[in-house]
Each structure stands twice: as C-alpha cells, then as structure tokens.
C-alpha cells in the first residue's frame, strides 16, 4: 500500500526555484547556527549542509558538502563530524527517515544540528484562511503546511538513536503591510503552498479577501499585520563510549538528603505498600 504524500515535491522544487532571495530566516538559522557552535569549542573538518538553498549555505560554510534534502540523501556512512540539516526538515515526508540519514553519515561523536519551522509557524495566517474559506465556500482546503510541535520534534531525535538530545526554540515574529504583502514574501522565500492535498482548482478571490479582513482585525499592530516563525532547533550526537551517560536507577551512591544537608523524613508504610 503506497503510503500518502505530505509533500509535492516536484512543486516544492518548483516554488524554490522561482524564490526571490528573500532569505532573512536562513540568516537567523545561519547566525544561531554559528553561535551554537562556538559554544561546543570543537573544531569540524567535514562538514555537510542538507539544505534546498544551496547558494546561501555555499557561501556560509564554503567548504561543506552541499547536499539537496531528498528523500535519500547523498551522504556517505560515517564520513562527517558534523551535519546540519538546513531549514528544510518541516517539507519532509519522512522526517525520521532523514534524521536517521543524517546520523548515520556521522562519525562517533559527530554532531546533528537541524532547523526547521515549528507548529506555531504562520498561525495566524493558517486561521483566518480556514475561516475565511469556511465562510464563503463552505468548506476547507491544505493551504499552510502542518508543522510539528516542540515535543514531537524532540521525540524524532531519540528514534533516530541520537545521544544527548535537545530540541528547543525560539519565535521570530515578523510585521507586514497586510494578507497580500505577507503571501509575497512566502513565495520570495520559497515557501509557497506543496502540499500534496491542495486544492488544485483557483481560489476565489473573495477567500483571499475576508482572510485579509480578519487577518487585520485579529492580527494588526499599527496599520501592519504580524506574522510569527517559531525555529525549532534539534541537536543530538552521534552515540559514543566518551559521552555522559545517565546512571541507573538505584545506583546513587549518596543519598539526596545528605546533598541537601537537609534531614529525611521517611514516611509510614500504608498498607498495600510493596
């Protein structure tokens, strides 16, 4: 059984290509990225980018190897000490599947850094076009892409068998003259609409219209509408024996109390306790 598609990707590469450079997201990426390194204090000699914008990643990380985020990506095992899939994981249609890629091109001890849209991404935008459509067509179409949510993010880095996984974020809340302005820049960016599941057939204009209404009503801060990217960023290491490892329950050698310096109290047994 053929399993359902999230994404179009011959559309996905279609909307890339026709981008108007409008990279200030891949600009936030680049700069967190770059901090979070200096903070690991490591040096990386071969480097790979997973990414659909590979002149903007070119000219950051000159000499990492560029590779397109298909669904099997060109990575040879074991052959890079740090992979950063680069703002284009939430178009997957097997996110696992790449991270699992990513990991498995790592060396021990390598290092994954993935960024990519978060769930609250475009909430905005996402309601007041499903309301809008509801009002005047009396149905509901895929028109923003469904992004993951923080926690489920986090949980794909511990499926995939990285070591030390953390999964956080921040929200880069972004202002626009109105609904038309904000659509441009989406297709600037190469985030247009790939969904697989969308709506083929033109949309009414009077759908774009009340969108924009509601959109400004609901949205408008000085004669502008805001518009909120939330980055997730996912970090994990390739599992190695020099790495921390959590001790096992029961195996702590000093009790809490002492740590504390605190006096224990030790609570009566109620009957039913083992």
């Known amino acids: 059984m053929k399993m359902p598609r999230l994404t179009d990707t011959t559309t996905l590469a279609r909307n890339r290509a026709r981008a108007k450079g409008a990279t200030f997201l891949h600009e936030?990426?680049?700069?967190?990225?770059?901090?979070?390194?200096?903070?690991?204090?490591?040096?990386?000699?071969?480097?790979?980018?997973?990414?659909?914008?590979?002149?903007?990643?070119?000219?950051?990380?000159?000499?990492?190897?560029?590779?397109?985020?298909?669904?099997?990506?060109?990575?040879?095992?074991?052959?890079?000490?740090?992979?950063?899939?680069?703002?284009?994981?939430?178009?997957?249609?097997?996110?696992?599947?790449?991270?699992?890629?990513?990991?498995?091109?790592?060396?021990?001890?390598?290092?994954?850094?993935?960024?990519?849209?978060?769930?609250?991404?475009?909430?905005?935008?996402?309601?007041?076009?499903?309301?809008?459509?509801?009002?005047?067509?009396?149905?509901?179409?895929?028109?923003?892409?469904?992004?993951?949510?923080?926690?489920?993010?986090?949980?794909?880095?511990?499926?995939?068998?990285f070591a030390l996984p953390v999964a956080d974020s921040f929200t880069r809340t972004v202002l626009y003259r109105d609904l038309w302005h904000l659509m441009h820049d989406l297709r600037a960016m190469g985030e247009g609409n790939a969904l697989d599941a969308r709506l083929r057939t033109a949309t009414p204009r009077a759908v774009f219209t009340d969108a924009a209404q509601r959109y400004t009503h609901a949205y408008g801060v000085d004669d502008k509408i805001k518009a909120s990217f939330e980055m997730v960023f996912l970090t994990g290491w390739a599992p190695h024996d020099s790495q921390q490892k959590p001790l096992r329950p029961g195996s702590a050698v000093q009790r809490l109390a002492d740590a504390l310096n605190a006096p224990e109290i030790v609570l009566p047994q109620t009957k039913g306790d083992a």
């Open 28 to 161: 936030d990426v680049r700069d967190e990225v770059n901090e979070r390194l200096t903070e690991v204090n490591r040096s990386f000699t071969n480097i790979a980018i997973v990414t659909g914008f590979p002149d903007f990643w070119r000219k950051t990380f000159p000499a990492a190897t560029i590779v397109p985020d298909e669904e099997v990506l060109n990575l040879q095992p074991g052959a890079h000490d740090l992979v950063i899939h680069a703002l284009a994981l939430h178009w997957a249609n097997d996110p696992v599947g790449q991270i699992i890629q990513c990991k498995r091109a790592l060396r021990p001890d390598g290092l994954f850094l993935g960024a990519l849209f978060g769930g609250q991404t475009l909430h905005e935008l996402r309601a007041c076009l499903a309301e809008a459509e509801a009002a005047v067509t009396g149905g509901l179409s895929p028109r923003v892409l469904p992004m993951g949510e923080i926690r489920d993010l986090g949980g794909l880095l511990q499926r995939a068998g």
